[in-house]
Nanobody
Framework: QLQLVESGGGLVQPGASLRLSCTAS????????ISWFRQASGKEREEISC????????TYADSVNGRFKISKDNANHTVYLQMISVKPEDTAVYFC???????????????????WGVGTQVTVSS
């Protein structure tokens, strides 16, 4: 079965750190770029980061640049999103998604994603 599963969410205080994981099964991450999205209650889904097939290219939305770091471990079928100095406005459901690529880029475009996880809730509150 082809799927992505996110984990690592939870309730954290402002300024804390958190690492999300996205584990793939049924397909190889060598063939896919991975993006992270988030959706806060009542808001549209926001693309926040992506990483290319072999990790050589990464992009970040302005809202998380400098605080979040994406990484990829194809051998262990997992992509990580390291979050530091989290803020209340980071509260959202976080999703990972896979984009089939034949190059060394990634797009962060929702319409290009083939597989989606079901999301993990991150709540930043004191």
């Amino acid at each position: 079965q082809l799927q992505l599963v996110e984990s690592g969410g939870g309730l954290v205080q402002p300024g804390a750190s958190l690492r999300l994981s996205c584990t793939a099964s049924g397909f190889t991450l060598d063939d896919y770029a991975i993006s992270w999205f988030r959706q806060a209650s009542g808001k549209e889904r926001e693309e926040i980061s992506c990483i290319s097939r072999f990790g050589g290219y990464k992009t970040y939305a302005d809202s998380v640049n400098g605080r979040f770091k994406i990484s990829k471990d194809n051998a262990n079928h997992t992509v990580y999103l390291q979050m530091i100095s989290v803020k209340p406005e980071d509260t959202a459901v976080y999703f990972c998604a896979a984009e089939r690529r034949f190059d060394t880029w990634c797009s962060r475009l929702r319409t290009e994603m083939t597989y989606w996880g079901v999301g993990t809730q991150v709540t930043v509150s004191s």
